[in-house]
């Protein structure tokens, strides 16, 4: 449990702190117990993005804009529209899933860890986006609202394009996004990693400074290497292929275990 | 944690089994482990019915018809598009959210617990209708298939239509629903119940033969009290109202925690 004991009642750990009094053991204590320990969740590769123009001509691409009354321009590409002309893009497989990413927020954003705003979410895409997603957007529960929305976003590079932004869209890397954020600590979930239960890798997170995790926010395959690179650990919570937004469920939950945070919002001592 | 533990480690419960032999003991103790504990979810009163023939004439109703090429009366109520016509409707602040339904179904059948085949989902809905999922369906994930697929179900009463089906429409109550499945405890999540964390809820019901959950398919308000009086237990989970899909995730993952599905399925060990 990330909830540090008092120092007093472990014979060990005070040992190891003689030369502190008393009292300032206490502060720390006290302090490390109300810490806000914010969760970075970094959706990463996610198969979103606009209609890559080399598709803009095909005549499905034309039926699908016309039904939707918009420029192909202004279209994300969607496996559930595009699948026919999608095989000429390359790692097309990895791609044009909107709904994932829909998903995936729609849980992450309706978790008692981010009504707590301890939780900050960034969507990464596989063409180098980064969406930073303000912990007070509502987005639409409706799947073709959402896709308009993300639409609009690509037009505009911000939500709403008037006022004070709730999702901002900037052209960025990873690893440039990692040098903003600066992590102590990198957890990625991938059938790449060491075999691990989510409780076990989430506990250990807890206790950093400023965790991230990284999902992979696509359908099928793995990272690219560019982005292992970046994690500090690698875990695999399942034999199987587990779905993004099981995984983002799961991820999210464990975290408020490990910090008690069920048990704060229930007895109404939340920090 | 449900896993029980081997008698011969407890004074007391040793104490309380003498007159067994400890074969006849150890027997029971790996027969207890190894008991498959199915979990049935069902997702009650939930906001997915045909559109009622009251708005059949209304001009947007009309005007969404002729989008989708449907007639009206194999169109699904949907708060996205009918929003301003759904006044009228008795109770209509929980009608008319087929995505709830989507989400919630979607993250409870990639979940591992169904994929071991410990997880038997139904969806009984405002209207008293009672779909049986089938563990093996593989739902759309876009939630525009998802609709064509719901609005299908209620025209045939099944899915496929032709074939062993996956999806089966039955017009029934949860009444009716419960004395089928003869549940040995039902516990509801609810608002209006004791408030309690999810892991001290779940464990207790994994303990039990055939254990339901009950969770509300629906976006306001509250369970009926006819649905209410079903319940063994009502627990509230949280100080704030919970999305559907956030519940229901949550409770899967618990209940695999209190079976040791994640260790198991980790080492190989499942049964």
Redesign the interface.
Known sequence: MPKPSFPFNKKKGLAKLKGFSGIELLLVWVFLNLMIKLLTFILAESALEPLPKKLWKHPIVKRHSAKREKSPEFLLLDR?YHHSVMKSLKGNEKRG?P??VH?AL??AL???LN?ERLLQVYVHTVNDHVITVDPQVRLP?????FVGLMEQLFEFGKIPPTRSPLLILTHETLQSLFQRIKPTFVLAFTRKGL?????EAVVKISHEEKPVVMIGGFPHGHFSNKSLKLADEMVS????M??T??VT??VI?EYE?AISL??K??S?SVI
Do not use: A, H, M, Q
């Open positions: 559930s899933r709904d994932i998903f729609l849980e309706s978790s008692p009504k529960k409706n799947y073709s609202r075999l691990r239960t989510l409780e919570i399942d034999v199987e587990l779905e937004w099981t469920s799961r939950y275990r069920p048990k919002r229930l109404g």
